[in-house]
């Protein structure tokens, strides 16, 4: 039996066909085949993988409540992990080892999943591609001289070369979503609030939201419905109630009417990435849905709203890396030197750009041009999408206007890696559940995702037609 | 505005910032960020009188719970990560401040 999926893996543990130990193993023995060569992971924490596992395979009693039983997981960088570095891939955080779990963590963990390591990303999560990492590029499995997107890119990458069947990412403007698409997988953004986010490493706070990457989408599911629900710890998690997930997979998508913004979609998307949308489009018509217009005329506005919004906010965020109570300390003299020379040494190239930029819009004199703006036309994005919302269930759009580009292609010019996150960040503006499935390939066999974006907190109907359209066809199947 | 973005500017968000930059990245920030401000311009064009802004997607009020103490992180949890800490006063230490 294969044990290519998080629920495959639980039911063989279950009939002891095979042991959590054997699984992680293999996992483990996946990672060190392939990593010299992907550079999925940074850190791969193999000994306390195996004393997990092996703890779980001395208690049976406990596996029929254990929904992920010993399923391995990757982690984003960026998802603190007590007693296991964590470093959003900056020198900064270099050594830097977590007295704490995130919320995430606990859950997943609690519920039988074996964390294995954590996956290479763009510093601090900020950047496209994962060329941002202080450490290494990632490499994308389906062709090793291009990039796997980002910032997720590790996450993709490890679940795309099934080293790991799921791995979390966190999502501030299509992190999750973009590198799916680009690694042939599936990648869920839920709605803001939906998932705690202590222990996440803050980028954009209004913005951030964790995820799973994964095959399939039941496997997201899955993934969601332990992570999902209210945390003290997180007072913008939502007090709301958490569906089954995995009951919504009914592959009934009949009535359900799906939104299309052809002026969107008219416009700068690469030929081969536009064919497999519109295919994909059609699936779905046949499936029996109903495919009707829509316009969401301030999206055009979406990527400088999202980048004047996301460095103000990252801005703030990132002042806590002063030398004082955690990472990188440059000696100094005084106290002031030691900020300035730590956060020179300590932060790339990226981060420091997106720090000054968000300064700046927060700076007396400019708030109100570009800060106060960008918030105001914030409300006419999310205003849009409910008002489309209001007519259709869900708002179809590729994933990516390209597949994955070259590894250096876009590193020389941030405006044109910040382009890649066209199609993704409107659904972080407006806080919606966005999830990407593999919709098909280019001609060079590159993979190319379908997105689908619903009504906040209806993760189940987002999740139904995604699991639906994987049913219909064989894209969430092929391997790199 | 993006059209008068200087070498200056960069120098005074930097400061704002707390960042010490070599003379080589402001040479390379400062017409990276302008730009980006060129291409952000198209905001202003946008008609948003009477428009409140959004500073959270949901419209989330915050949340209340009873003020009763709880365990926190232990301090020597807490220090473990800081770099110089006197752990065994429960100090945090930095540079000299006043001279």
Known sequence: MALDTAREISDAIRASTTSATDVCQAALDRIRAQNDTIHAFHTVSADLALSQAAALDARPDDWPQLPLLGVPIALKDNLCTRGVTTTACSRILEHYTPPYDATVVQRLVAAGAVVVGKTNCDEFAMGSSTENSAFVPTRNPWSLDRTPGGSSGGSAAAVAARMVPIALGSDTGGSIRQPASMCGIVGFKPTYGRVSRYGLLAFASSLDQIGPLSTTVADAAATLQVMAGADPSDATSAAVPVPDYLAALTGDIRNVRIGVPRALVNEGVDPEVRTTFEASVDILRQQGATIVDVALPHSAHAIPVYYLVATAEASSNLARYDGVRYGLRVPADTLGEMYDRTRDAGFGAEVKRRILLGTYVLSAGYYDAYYLKAQQVRTLIRRDYEAALEKTDLIALPTSPTPAFLLGERTSDPLQMYLADVFTVAANLAGLPSISVPCGFTSTRLPCGFQLTGRAMDEATVLRVADAFERATPYSRQKP | ?99
Do not use: C
């Open chain 2, 1 to 99: 505005m993006p059209g008068d973005f200087t070498r200056a500017d960069v120098e005074r968000i930097a400061r704002l910032a707390r960042l010490e930059l070599t003379e080589h990245e402001k040479d390379l920030i400062t017409p990276q960020l302008s730009s980006f401000l060129a291409y952000a311009e198209q905001v202003q064009a946008v008609v948003t009188a009477g428009v409140p802004p959004t500073s959270h997607p949901l419209g989330a009020t915050g949340s209340w719970r009873d003020d009763v103490a709880r365990p926190s992180l232990p301090r020597e949890d807490a220090l473990s990560q800081a770099p110089e800490a006197d752990v065994a006063n429960g100090l945090f230490k930095v540079p000299r401040v006043l001279g």
